[in-house]
């Protein structure tokens, strides 16, 4: 079955991305696929490769990096939710004057059409959010 | 055409809980995750809401997140089924689709 | 945005798209957002309709001015959800009267019906909560924010 | 002594007001902020607790917060005093601690 | 963090800081971090006290076991709070109540009383409603997260 | 009369930074002194200048530089809480190893007892979150 699934929440703040995490591994362990993972309100902020977490947490952005190398997943950041919070890659911080950026190693910033189309795409679309 | 409905809020500090109980079809699936399972220990007064919600729908709630909040299996609502993450996948998969009550 | 100007990618799918609007529009982002995914959803030719129920009434409600906050004003854009051919906006009888509000105190959302020679009909559907729960049952895909 | 309590979150969603209403002490004053003042309207459920509250608090609520909602300054319960950002200092400067009930 | 270096900055000033916690742990991070909080601010010679109401009363609850959540278990850190000389954790009766819990359902979190030959004392102190609504109106800074 | 802010959640997510804003702006027409606005938990991420909201809407973080060049705040973000969610200075950079920094001009990076200090030395706490 192929799944999508959408985080709302940032890391650390809300557990969202955490039980999204969890999910997305158990059903990938079950054979199934997942069409996408999308990003979106806080949940961009999962996307910074800049998260610098103590040693003995969890890291957000390392744990959905290494899943998308592992299981070659389409990790989605919103592009306008993710400019209006700061989360930018190389080229939408040239187009916007911003001297840095700061995503992460396995997820791409595209439009909020990737949603709808992973709702249409997948069997089933879940949501993780407060 | 059965739903599965998650909710993560507690239900002692947040409406989504009994919003979801409100429009939940017969038939239809609770899991339970997050925060909300505080909502399933046999001995609090959220209790009463679930029996009810029991009569005509199926009451599910993640064992990882009772554990992290110190809720024993033994001290939950009967009637209330404990499921892992590979329980939640099988959940969804086995619904027509999920709803969120955030 | 590439991926709105190919919205037939996915072949003539027609799925059932519902937006579940339960909390109140400024405290927090998710009305806006959720508008904002709603007006992207459009280009993709789905069977789209909106749920307003809990402090999601809010969000349609009339005259809504956010000067004071120094926040944009989202709320006209839901009177141009006509204009995308997204018609149907339910709002739950009972989440108005826990609030003591009724259909006048929400926004005239009007559409052109076109398959009835383009008369002006209201897109806003006050239904009871039954009701409601039955059209969340029969959706393919309910997007929650 | 007395305290000025804050209350962000509606009371329709979240158990915030609640509990400040249940901790509150004679002579305090609690002002709603932000989606709280949802919870002000006379015609609304809520208005019975907070003409509990009245009977021996003060209640305020942030003008600009009511205006972004729709909310007319005629359909707020009576008793409630309307305050802008410069009152919502006052009020803090006024009493000698704030309370956020978040 | 230089300034934990320096606590006396403040010249001697004592006031009353109380945390309230109303939150249910791990499902949100407020309770960890409002620790973490409490722990720094011991370094200062401040009257800390905190309070559990509402869901908050789970932070403290026994047998906390995150490693199903891949979650860093911070509970234990409760117990090393009289090592820091912060004594003073009130507990609300009608939380406990409402949530099916009893005071045999919490943490032993034990102190040294230094006034007392070092005898060992329990922190947690459970109160009514009405003496904690007192406690709170008798505060300088309430720190709620 | 001096106030000290603290504001636990980020931009646009919850209202509580810009409610925060209009206080301290309104504060300050007052007279009184803003001895320390300290952003912690989610709140950190007002602290990024890579934020770039739509034109038409407002920008969190600008607001918050502006207002502490005008009236020489001082805006701390809490160290712990801004490396667990990616919001680094320089140094803090540096020291992780990492290759891009984000911290806005007019936000400094310090430690929580930055927080109870101002506890302490501000006649009123003003806690704003969600």
């Not at chain 2, 919003?19 to 505080?38: F, K, Q």
């Amino acid at each position: 079955m192929k799944f999508g699934i959408l985080v709302t929440e940032g890391p650390y703040q809300h557990q969202a991305s955490d039980t999204a995490y969890q999910f997305t591994k158990a059903a990938l362990e079950k054979g199934h696929e997942i069409f996408r993972v999308f990003f979106y309100n806080d949940g961009v902020n999962n996307g910074t490769r800049l998260m610098v977490p103590p040693q003995d947490d969890r890291n957000l952005q390392k744990n959905w990096t290494e899943l998308a190398e592992e299981h070659q997943l389409d990790l989605v950041v919103c592009v306008a939710a993710a400019q209006r919070r700061g989360v930018l890659d190389a080229s939408e911080a040239k187009r916007a004057g911003k001297d840095a950026d700061n995503i992460a190693p396995g997820f791409r910033i595209s439009g909020l059409g990737q949603l709808v189309e992973a709702g249409i795409i997948a069997d089933r679309l879940m949501v993780f959010g407060d | 055409m059965s739903t599965l409905h998650t909710v993560s809020n507690s239900p002692f500090e947040n409406n989504a809980f009994k919003s979801c109980l409100d429009h939940v079809t017969a038939g239809d699936t609770i899991l339970l995750i997050e925060d909300s399972v505080v909502g399933a220990r046999k001995a609090g007064s959220f209790g009463k809401e679930i029996g009810k919600a029991l009569a005509n729908c199926r009451v599910c709630a993640l064992a990882p997140d009772l554990s992290a909040r110190g809720i024993a299996a033994d001290t939950v609502l009967d009637g209330i089924e404990l499921v892992d993450y590979g329980g939640f996948v099988d959940l969804a998969a086995e619904h027509e689709r999920t709803q969120a009550w955030l | 945005m590439s991926d709105i100007e190919a919205p037939d990618a996915e072949g003539g799918v027609v799925k059932k798209f519902m937006f579940v609007n339960r909390k109140s529009p400024h405290g927090t982002v998710y009305a806006v957002e959720s508008l904002e995914v709603v007006l992207i959803s459009a280009a993709f030719d789905q069977d789209v309709s909106l749920a307003f129920l809990d402090d999601g009434v809010f969000q349609i409600v009339k005259q809504q001015d956010t000067s004071g906050l120094g926040i944009k004003n989202f709320s006209p854009a839901y009177r141009a959800l006509g204009d995308f051919e997204i018609t149907k906006l339910y709002v739950e009888q009972e989440a108005l009267d826990e609030r003591g509000l009724t259909a006048d105190d929400l926004m005239e959302i009007m559409y052109e019906d076109e398959d009835d020679d383009y008369e002006e009909k209201p897109s806003v559907r006050v239904v009871g909560r039954g009701e409601l729960s039955k059209l969340m049952s029969e959706q393919d895909v309910l997007l929650s924010f």
